[in-house]
């Protein structure tokens, strides 16, 4: 087994989503040892616009991104099992707010829908971007600031 250096995956997205069941199946799935963070940058900036306040975020690394959303309906079901109500509207906007941020300042977002995709296949797709990556793409000279956007 062999260490994919210098690449963090970050598993984003909207609350019930499978974000902690996800990095269990790429860490079963993977040949290679991949450092992952359940939940990541893009999840701290929504928060951070969630509770109005002020924080800039400095990364010193450029994280590979993965933002995790469902479709609406299916969403509302899974909601409503685990009695969570919040504005999902809302959510998903910011989120592609902010993920659209990330975007701009050159860090990839990979966008999956667990309700039209397995989390197998997702951690496949996952686990095939991370070992064709070009390392010197995850190299910055200085970190990455990125402030709030206020949306919420």
Known sequence: MSVINNIIVEIDGIPNTSKTILSKYINMLSTNTIAIRDTGILSA??????????NTFVLPYKPFI???TSNDDDQAIKNRLAKVDYDLKATKNIYM?????????????????????????????IIDKVNNIDLSDYIIIKPIVLKPLHIS
Request: hydrophobic share 40%.
């Open 66 to 68: 993965v933002l995790l």
């Open 45 to 54: 900036m929504v928060n951070n616009d969630k509770a109005y306040t002020e």
């Open 97 to 125: 707010k902010y993920a659209n941020q990330l975007s701009a300042h050159g860090i990839p977002v990979y966008m999956y829908n667990v309700s039209e995709m397995s989390l197998y296949k997702i951690a496949k797709d």
